[in-house]
């Protein structure tokens, strides 16, 4: 019959492809990626400003003679260009192939990495960084939904935990990176290297078979497309509030805003409040906290995925692990600011608080997939980027920094570095409305719908036998009629569901 040539052709996939190499393909992609974030960071790349003992500097901030405050931006400018391409990338999907979609975001990723390294001024360097997270837009929008569509349904966590790890090493690669390659061959190669690194992947998008993606379209125009801005603004506009509509990812989507700001302050305060705190010298904490973010990022992202798949991959499980990793990270950091009277003491407490903190990376990926409609996960990945860093990352920097100049009015210098412990303690204190916000998701979890197929909901259940989830195998998705009042499950028998 017609329609099932159409299901046989839809079901076929690529020579090249299995799920393990699709997975390898993406983290080599996304570590490519974060490793552009490092350099433009590095040392040897960004450099240091003119000054009388250095009259021309080095890097970036010497060549082009910028100041702090214009070297601040070149960090944030492809925010411009991802938050924008974002939904853009998204909803195109509908009407177009998601895998060359990402081949298109990838190729203009490459160009404007190339362009960075041809600068001649600090102006068309900024729009170089705009392009950048043009290009980067449709690589976040769409790569975690390939995976969630293509993992093993009893490894998902895990594998959405091997994805994001990438995210800090590729980050302290490129660190490393840029600081080797620019001392031997100045700071213009590390983005030639970048963007040759990239191409063999733009190409295999353009010219390989493409995956399916549920919800996207794949070959041939689209005659639904919309043929207007109106129309296109229209469509957008419907579809940002579907995503809007289900509750559990209202509440992810919150409690994350509230995570992204304290880990943000985290990063950009962490090492100056341990160097004032403690009196260091030199650069001693910049490179002491890089590490330990580092380290903890890779291990806390791999705990989570593993402890998710453990207790079984179900939405209220990955919000429960999310609500728990804040609640006792907040604990740690609050007692490393609060009590730590040495540097080592506190950096002991602090690596543990942000193990913890970075053990809901691979949690909230899976709410953000298994909370919304297929055709609306790039949609729904994309208004998280937007709402984190908008409402998250971009705005608490500069709060702490007011508070702590309040604090600080009419002190003497050394009381005053040490209220960077009551504003770096006030702000993690955002943790525990995350943490809470997350568990009541948890318990709006057990009555809302999952959205993946009912086989990976049976998988699912079955590696968590303290879950009964029935009606997910059979309605795609419903579980329970109370709100956390089912004995059998996490939030109703306590530690008694955990493994041992």
Not at 10 to 32: A, M, Q
Not at 77 to 101: I, M
Not at 342 to 355: D, K, N, V
Not at 443 to 457: F, G, N, P, T, V
Request: include cysteine; aromatic fraction near 10%.
């Amino acid at each position: 019959m017609p329609g099932d040539s159409v299901n046989e052709d839809y079901d076929e996939k690529p020579r090249w492809f299995t799920p393990r190499r699709l997975l390898l393909i993406f983290c080599i992609t996304n570590l490519v990626v974060y490793l552009d974030r490092g350099v433009i960071a590095s040392n040897g790349v960004n450099g240091s400003p003119r000054t009388e003992q250095q009259p021309e500097g080095s890097g970036i901030q010497g060549e082009f003679d910028l100041t702090n405050t214009q070297d601040g931006f070149l960090a944030t400018a492809f925010l411009v260009g991802l938050l924008l391409a974002s939904p853009v990338f998204s909803e195109s999907c509908k009407h177009h192939s998601a895998f060359r979609l990402i081949g298109i975001g990838m190729g203009t990723w490459a160009l404007a990495v190339l362009g960075c390294g041809l600068s001649m001024g600090f102006k068309s360097l900024i729009f170089c960084r705009m392009l950048v997270g043009v290009g980067e837009a449709s690589f976040v929008a769409l790569a975690a939904p390939f995976i969630d569509d293509y993992a093993p349904p009893a490894a998902k966590a895990r594998w959405f935990a091997a994805f994001y790890l990438c995210i800090p090493t590729g980050f302290a690669a490129g660190y490393i990176y840029g600081g080797l390659v620019s001392a031997a061959l100045g700071w213009r190669a590390a983005f030639y290297i970048q963007a040759a690194a990239i191409m063999p992947f733009v190409v295999f998008a353009f010219v390989s078979k493409p995956l399916h993606l549920a919800g996207s379209r794949e070959a041939g125009p689209d005659p639904n497309a919309p043929k207007s801005l109106k129309n296109v603004s229209l469509e957008l506009a419907r579809d940002a509030a579907k995503v809007a509509s289900h509750s559990v990812w209202l509440h992810m989507t919150a409690a994350y805003v509230l995570y992204t700001a304290v880990l943000g302050v985290y990063a950009f305060w962490g090492p100056k409040a341990g160097k004032q705190i403690y009196e260091m010298r030199g650069e001693s904490a910049d490179v002491i906290f890089g590490g330990v973010t580092v380290i903890t990022g890779v291990f806390g992202t791999l705990l989570g995925g593993l402890t998710l798949d453990a207790l079984g991959s179900t939405l209220s499980n990955a919000n429960l692990v999310c609500g728990v990793s804040n609640l006792v990270g907040l604990a740690f950091v609050l007692v490393s600011f609060l009590a730590a009277q040495s540097f080592t003491a506190f950096i002991i407490l602090f690596a543990f608080g942000e193990l913890a903190l970075f053990m809901m990376q691979a949690p909230v990926a899976a709410i953000g997939m298994w909370s919304v409609p297929p055709a609306l996960r790039p949609l729904a990945i994309s208004m998280v980027t937007v709402s984190i860093h908008l409402l998250g990352d971009v705005p608490s920097p500069p709060l702490v920094g007011a508070i702590q100049c309040a604090l600080e009015a009419g002190k003497s210098p050394q009381a005053a570095d040490a209220q960077w412990r009551v504003s770096m303690s006030l702000i993690s204190l955002l943790l525990a409305f995350s943490g809470a916000v997350f568990l009541r998701g948890a318990c709006i979890s057990r009555r809302a719908k999952d959205y993946r197929k009912a086989d990976e909901l049976t998988a699912a259940a079955a590696d968590d036998q303290h879950m009964h989830l029935p009606q997910h195998a059979a309605d795609v998705g419903h579980a329970g009629t109370g709100l956390c009042d089912n004995s059998s499950g996490l939030l109703g028998s306590g530690v008694s569901s955990l493994p041992g």
